[in-house]
């Protein structure tokens, strides 16, 4: 793993203004965030200083933030207090670094064992319902503190229920402060982007307090912060006697969720940017920041987007940023804490629902609403779950939907029915475009997914609903097929032998070598042995007696064109993979015994065995090539020999026309190819040039 450094000097006024900027914005934010995990203010400082300046000196990203954030604050504080604990109180304060140090530890397996490629098996839509979830949970539990009352714990129901006991004390002055930040933020954010609105309004706050002494009013005020650097110590770990279980599940799912959401949003810096991330190295990164959080006390560290996003706008380029926020924060905690026990809570917990509200996936809601209704609900379920039945609950709910959303995605695969345009060189969706007609007596269905026992059900019934009386072959376009169980690939061998039966042939194309290998596997090479595998849909046309140009059922003809490889390559290979050079040896050797048995026909048998009767160039010169190999086993007179050997050459030199005329390249490749046949049976081609020269003679 390679350590280059992402600090750099190139643009300092930059990244020191974006890192002064992203430390003051995170004392509100962090101090809120840390009072919601169940810690004192002052903690959410602490979790300021050293894993930032730890993470960005670790980290391969130039730009991405990290601080005391909102989702692992909500959730180590949510399964807490579900635990029975209370909130800031002394247990409490001593659990959650252990959590923190869990967090650390599972980070340094993942690291170990390269876990950040996980990341891609995550839905969009189960995550962003994931977070908006424990967004709006949060909310829900700080919305009394905007109008003077206590913070709420639990799911929707509890929360609603707490939200309405505590609106009999609801205070005009606080909710005025309160819901007037929120308002204030928001608006300033869709004005002014740019502008550090909750550092304003935390200072205005502080001189609220000071000048007018708004808290003689009835206002609540944070508890004195201490000044001063945190006390380093290591968790005590003997607190997860009788809790190990719910301890481990918790810290491994806000690890899961810290790493995706991190990943996710550094790897999205990265492409707009374009510069290199190393997912393990960052997963090194946060295992660094979770341990150095832990020895200060503090709950887990998370990436921030809303922080990160401030620092990209003011120009933030290199991890140099994180290094100024660390050393402001420094000065913070040593100079500037009593101010802070000025700031009125209604303000503080304003500030913290705003940044929460930034969270909510809403615009993913909408786009999925448009876009995907079976994505939107997905989105929905999981918003749900974790509303109803807390995170570990949505977590669970999570992993079912995303499995359910990967169910659903391969069992029933994109599935069109194709045509063609005439004047076009291509196959096209019939239901998609209007110009296209199918080809006559043809049935071209694109199967866009894989095969297996829980979608070959309507695989087969589509294709059987397809069929028409006047229906003559049915050509699968599976290109997206890449596997084949042994249920399906039974149950397409019965499809085959029913349509053949009806007088309907059934071709399988385009799809990768490996299925082939597969249906040989599974005890379906018939379908190899009888022509019904096609490397492409022109070549399943033409083992179906049809050239170019096709007639459509419109009157009218098309013709594609074929692809530049049509007859390149060895059909054989394709079908039989490595056991292409045994199989076409077999074959030789039987017709070897058929000419032996009728030499009147001799090339007639072979060009008739060869690629299935309609072979491709390849396999014919191949075959020729094993062919004369057994010229001399035949025992045939010699007169019949010479006639059968100059019908080889000559039907070689058919096909080296044809090489010539459809491309050089292929002909120069046919050549290279008969040249490591020569090499890899040197004795039986100095029998073949022997024999030539003998029947020259």
Known sequence: MRFAPVINFKHPASDILSGVIVALVSIPISMGYAQIAGLPAVYGLYGSLLPILLFGLVTSSPQFVVGVDAMPAVMVGASLSSMGLVLGGEETVSLVPVVTLCVGVWFLVFWLFRAGRVVKYISTPVMGGFISGVGATIILMQVPKLFGGSAGTGELIPLLKHLAAELPGFHPLSALLGFGTVVIILVAKRLWPKFPMPVVLMAIGVLLTAVCHIDRLGVKLLPAVPRGLPQFSIPDVTLLAGRVQSIAVLSLTIALVVMAQTLLATNSYAQRYDYPVDNRRELLAYAVMELAACTTGCCPVNGSVSRSGMADQFGCKSQLMSVTAAAVMLLVLLFFTPMLSLLPVPVLTGIVIAALIGILEIRMARSLLRANRREFYIFLAAFFGVLLFGTMGGVVIGVLLSFFAVVVRAVVPPKAYLGMIPGHEDFYNLERNRAAHPIEHTVIYRFSGNVFFANVGAFQEDILAAV????????????????????????????????????????????????????????????LENGAVRRTICLALESAGLTPPYPLDCGETACPVPAADEGQFAEFEWLYGADAEEKLSRMADAIAQEIAAEPETAIELAEAHAGFGLPGLFDEDALFDHIEMRLEQMQLDPEKLAALEARIERSRAALEQHFGQLDPEILAAIRRHRERMRQRHPEEYRKIEELRERLKK
């Open 468 to 527: 028409q009386p006047d229906t003559r072959q049915v050509i699968v376009d599976g290109r997206g097929i890449a596997n084949i169980d042994i249920t399906a690939a039974e149950r397409v061998l019965q499809l085959e032998r029913s349509l053949r039966a009806r007088g309907v042939r059934l071709y399988l194309t385009e799809h990768v070598g490996a299925v082939n290998d597969q249906l040989r596997r599974y005890g379906a090479e018939e379908l």
